[in-house]
């Protein structure tokens, strides 16, 4: 199992930049995918970026150029660059991890951080 923590969320206006961080609290951390999704107000839940153990990325098309997945395996940590951003990236920014070797397809969550893009 693992317990994720997300932080880094606010308030920015159009155009700024963001950095989300996601605390990753278990000792197998190279053996997960890591990734972010966001829900907005009335939507679906969305995969943003995901990032393998060896570093292989997958962007959704709507950040692709803007956004950045990265991961640190010494401090088990997983974070999210997001410049120019746009109002429509407002939602709540979901970390997700799930187990490469698990029996069973997990999916885990952290709580979500509020990113609200407005002038």
């Known amino acids: 199992q693992v317990e994720l923590m997300e932080s880094g969320g606010g308030l920015v206006q159009p155009g700024g930049s963001l950095r989300l961080s996601c605390a990753a609290l278990?000792?197998?951390?190279?053996?997960?995918?890591m990734g972010w999704f966001r829900q907005a107000p009335g939507g679906l839940r969305e995969v943003v970026a995901t990032?393998?153990?060896?570093?292989?990325?997958i962007y959704a098309d709507s950040v692709k150029g803007r956004f950045t997945i990265s991961r640190d395996h010494a401090k088990s940590m997983v974070y999210l660059q997001m410049n120019n951003l746009q109002p429509n990236d407002t939602a709540v920014y979901f970390c997700?991890?799930?187990?490469?070797?698990?029996?069973?397809?997990?999916?885990?969550w952290g709580q979500g951080t509020q990113v609200t893009v407005s002038s």
């Open positions: 990032v393998t153990p060896g570093g292989g990325t």
């Open positions: 278990t000792s197998t951390f190279s053996f997960y995918v």
């Open positions: 997700n991890a799930w187990h490469l070797r698990a029996p069973v397809h997990t999916d885990y």
